[in-house]
């Protein structure tokens, strides 16, 4: 299965494969790991990892999972990765009115133009990711200030596409 880990700075991919009692992990910044995981009680998890082993708790609200460990928490998506960076406000922020892809994938169209006045929810940007055209929009009021990509491009997640600077005014 693919997740998508919604937390830090910029939404990743996690595959994590069941195997009997145990779970691969990769996310492909880290190495592999197996976790030998067991629900102790309702919502209360036992994780083995390696040496160490630590208890989680695991919240669902529909296709969302928060995951709370050593007093840290991860929000994972089920339902589909790029939909889940949207979701969570990527696709359009790293900091102020900077758009940026949400995972690896093809620029397909630029729906706006320098200068261009747009609002919060304005549509900017149409990237295809994992054979999904996944509409980034604007992230506050402002004015396009720069356009960083051009359509046909291939971008890696996390590329900045589009800044919104002030509003005029």
């Not at 990527?90 to 892809?101: E, T, Y």
Request: negative net charge.
């Amino acid at each position: 299965m693919i997740f998508a880990l919604m937390g830090g700075e910029a939404p990743r991919e996690v595959a994590i494969d069941e195997q009997g009692e145990a779970f691969a992990v990769r996310d492909g910044e880290e190495a592999d790991l197996v976790v030998d995981a067991r629900e102790v009680s309702p919502g209360c998890w036992s994780l083995l990892a390696g040496a160490r082993s630590f208890e989680a708790r695991v919240r669902r609200e529909g296709t969302i999972y928060t995951v709370e460990m050593d007093g840290r928490a991860y929000t994972f998506d089920l339902s589909d990765p790029a939909r889940a960076a949207l979701r969570a406000g990527r696709g359009a922020a790293h900091g102020p009115g900077r758009i940026a892809a949400p995972m690896p994938g093809r620029i397909l169209r630029i729906l706006v133009q320098t200068g261009q006045q747009v609002q919060r929810g304005d549509p900017v940007a149409v990237v295809e990711a994992m054979k999904m055209e996944n509409e980034l929009t604007a992230p506050r009021d402002g004015v396009v200030a720069e356009i960083l990509v051009t359509e046909g491009t291939t971008v890696e997640g996390g590329t900045d596409l589009v800044v919104i600077g002030d509003p005029a005014g």
